[in-house]
Every structure is written in C-alpha cells, then in structure tokens.
C-alpha cells in the first residue's frame, strides 16, 4: 500500500513562505496524478493544486501566482511552494496520489492520502 508523508507546515506571517513536502513510498505501479489539498476547521476539504506524470499543473484560482507545486525527477516527492501566504490560507494540507494499475484492461485507480501537515498564517 501506498504511504505518503508530508512536512514543512508551521507557523508563518503574513507575506511569508513555506514549502510542503510529500514523500511517497510503497507503490508497485507508477503514480499518475498527485496534488495538494487544504482542509480549515469546519470546513470541507479543498483541491489547492494538481500536478500531472508531464508536469502540467492547476492551481485554485485564488493561489494562483502564490503557490507552485512540482514534483522530483524520480516522482518520489511532490513539493508545495508557498509564498505571499494569507490567513486564509491557514488549514491542515494533505498529499494525495492517484496509482493507476495497468496490469489489465480495464485498467484500476486508487487513490492514497498523507496524514496532512498544519499551515497556520497569523500575525
């Protein structure tokens, strides 16, 4: 079973900067997509950012030019970079990963999630 393990959440001021790390291991199979969601007290979890096998990202329109997600050559990790943070940003963000198993047709998905890591933004 997949296990991913994120880090890099804190405490920071507004305008400031944090990375998120999620490191994966376990997987058989390649992992397909993978991507950073945000969920605040009380609040339903959100997509934040998606990043294909090619390296094609979305972001949450209100990210945009903020926040960057990547990933490392061998696909191992998925990075969040996060700057000109805003309290609104504060909440708990998990990794997530999409495994597709291509062994047969038709071909299967599962997804996997991190234990997610707190991003507080306050003055």
């Known amino acids: 079973q997949v296990q991913l393990v994120e880090s890099g959440g804190g405490l920071v001021q507004p305008g400031g900067s944090l990375r998120l790390s999620c490191a994966s291991s376990?997987?058989?199979?390649?992992?397909?997509?993978m991507a950073w969601y945000c969920q605040a007290p009380g609040k339903e979890r959100d997509l934040v950012a998606t990043v294909t096998r090619g390296g094609s990202t979305n972001y949450k329109d209100s990210v945009k030019g903020r926040f960057t997600i990547s990933r490392d050559n061998g696909n191992e990790m998925v990075y969040l970079q996060m700057n000109d943070l805003k309290p609104e940003d504060t909440a708990v963000y998990y990794c997530y990963a999409n495994v597709q198993v291509r062994v047969a047709w038709p071909w299967k998905n599962f997804d996997y999630w991190g234990q997610g890591t707190q991003v507080t933004v306050s003055s």
């Open positions: 376990g997987s058989m199979f390649s992992i397909s997509d």
